[in-house]
């Protein structure tokens, strides 16, 4: 708005006749030109933004035709070989979101996690339950990288845990397995748990872990408790924390609002969360 109107005050027929001839002559049609522009752009946002607020749905599936395919190809194919220096840690590291309030997960934290059990199941050979002692008993990952959250901030901390691989080489995807999803103790709303997916490429990656500590200490429960997933090419909101279980699936279309997501369910992302 601020540029249409230096544009206007400053002399619109010439500037028109610049921005649609580039040079100047024709102003009469370069004043209808750039005001029919403006009309229709004012038209079509009108237009959009009623039909985004009346079916966000639709608007997200329509557009996700067009935009996840590029977006996928441009992106999510890229591995993170992330390796910042332990000065880089972030002095503080923002907490983003509340923790789980069921009693079953407070008298967790009150037991320091002895009793947590992580369920993996679903498409696999050998379903797996494991505990914290389970997990720090495998093969331990560490990782300094940059975390990335879509609200706009991000941090440096490091991460210990398991490779995502190591837990799958245990329980054995089946040949159909495509996606994993990850449940937390979390409930964003009463009786609803927050979830996301990520497909087994992204598990795959190095610097795809479950993370049980961050800066060298127990992770702690605002950063999610007794473990959370790190997915480094991924923006935030992919990466659950406080992870009940583990399911691996073979489309994850069939769960939940079937966009791959709580975010993508219900405040309408799109599935391709790559940074």
């Given at each position: ?79 993170s070989r992330q390796a ?148 480094e090419t991924q923006l ?19 769960l939940g609002g079937g ?17």
């Amino acid at each position: 708005m601020v540029h249409v109107t230096l544009v206007v005050v400053e002399d619109f027929p010439a500037n028109m006749s610049y921005i649609i001839h580039g040079r100047h002559a024709l102003e009469g049609l370069s004043v209808a030109i750039g005001i029919g522009g403006l009309v229709f752009v004012a038209i079509l946002h009108m237009w959009a933004t009623q039909v985004s607020l009346r079916d966000p749905k639709f608007v997200q599936r329509t557009l996700g035709v067009a935009i996840e395919p590029v977006r996928r190809s441009l992106l999510h194919h890229v591995r993170s070989r992330q390796a910042y220096p332990r000065s880089a840690i972030s002095a503080y590291f923002i907490v983003n979101g509340r923790p789980p309030e069921s009693a079953e997960y407070k008298q967790m934290t009150q037991e320091k996690f002895e009793n947590w059990r992580l369920e993996i199941g679903g498409l696999v050979e050998n379903p797996l339950k494991l505990g914290l002692k389970d997990l720090r008993a495998m093969q331990a990952h560490s990782q300094i990288t940059l975390h990335h959250c879509i609200q706009g901030w991000s941090g440096v901390a490091q991460w210990n845990g398991v490779a995502l691989t190591d837990i799958l080489a245990r329980c054995r995807p089946l040949a159909n397995a495509r996606s994993l999803v990850f449940r937390s103790w979390q409930e964003p709303e009463p009786g609803v748990t927050y979830y996301e997916v990520i497909d087994l490429e992204l598990a795959s990656h190095a610097q795809t872990i479950l993370a049980y500590e961050m800066n060298d200490a127990p992770l702690p429960v605002a950063h999610g408790a007794p473990c959370r997933l790190r997915v480094e090419t991924q923006l935030g909101f992919k990466m659950v924390k406080w992870v009940r279980s583990i399911e691996l699936v073979e489309d994850y279309r069939l769960l939940g609002g079937g966009q791959g997501g709580y975010r993508e369910d219900v405040q309408f992302y799109g599935p391709e969360a790559g940074i």
